[in-house]
């Protein structure tokens, strides 16, 4: 069964520090996989994508990393503001299915 | 605005009420979905229309009841309400043809159940 963990659960941060998402993942054969940003009250936005062949993607303060051998991804947030609280999603697409396999989500709340 | 948009976006009902969510998208996609978010803010698909033909259909109970009059709206029908309804529902398209799989959702609708 295609699978997709997200830790840690929750996190609080003070504004301006950094913070590190994880994701893994057991999906195969593997197509890409997204990290979305779902604010409060608001359907998930797509912050970056990931295909096999990419180590490492920024967005701005957002910075993806895979490492498709180990099935392994993280989202790392530098110098957060407070418009970054937000559950964030990792979704991983298979290469022969539509449907795609989603992680529960790691929420952030950034504080002042 | 291109976009997926949703009403109601809050839907307040009792129990055994028949009710009805709308989905339209404007992105020209061929592909929508429906996707329940629990209370755990879990994802979980529901539903999936290519071209209005129904593609993915999981373990959903008969009492919901997907419509799409065209490509671009997928409408969700609810039967006889129960309390294990309430959550968060959202609509998304998407181009099949794009490869990437990137879906667009919908703002959301959140049904509660009393």
């Known amino acids: 069964k295609n699978q997709v963990e997200q830790s840690p659960q929750s996190l609080i941060i003070l504004e301006g520090k950094n913070c590190t998402l994880q994701?893994?993942?057991?999906?195969?054969?593997?197509?890409?996989l997204r990290w979305y940003k779902q604010d409060t009250g608001r359907g998930p936005v797509s912050l970056t994508i990931?295909?096999?062949?990419?180590n490492t993607k920024s967005n701005g303060r957002y910075t993806a990393t895979l490492d498709a051998d180990t099935k392994q991804s993280s989202l790392h947030i530098t110098a957060s503001q407070l418009s970054d609280s937000a559950s964030y999603i990792c979704?991983?697409?298979?290469?022969?299915?539509?449907?795609?396999?989603f992680g529960a989500g790691t929420t952030v709340t950034v504080r002042a | 605005d291109t976009a997926v948009s949703q009403t109601p976006k809050y839907l307040v009902t009792q129990m055994g009420n028949d009710k009805s969510i709308k989905c339209e998208q404007n992105?020209?996609?061929?592909?929508m979905y429906w996707y329940k978010q629990d209370s755990k803010k879990f994802l979980k698909i529901m539903f999936s229309?290519?071209?209005?033909?129904?593609?993915i259909n999981e373990t959903v109970p008969n009492r919901f009841s997907p419509k799409s009059p065209d490509k671009a709206h997928l409408n969700l029908h609810i039967n006889s309400l129960e309390l294990g309804d309430s959550a968060v529902y959202f609509c998304?398209?998407?181009?099949?043809?794009?490869?990437?799989?990137?879906?667009?959702f919908g703002p959301g609708t959140r049904l509660t159940v009393l």
């Open positions: 998304a398209s998407s181009d099949p043809w794009r490869g990437d799989g990137e879906q667009f």
């Open positions: 992105l020209g996609h061929d592909t």
């Open positions: 990931m295909t096999f062949s990419e």
């Open positions: 994701c893994n993942y057991t999906v195969s054969p593997f197509s890409n």
């Open positions: 979704v991983v697409s298979p290469s022969n299915d539509y449907k795609l396999s």
């Open positions: 229309y290519n071209n209005k033909e129904l593609i």
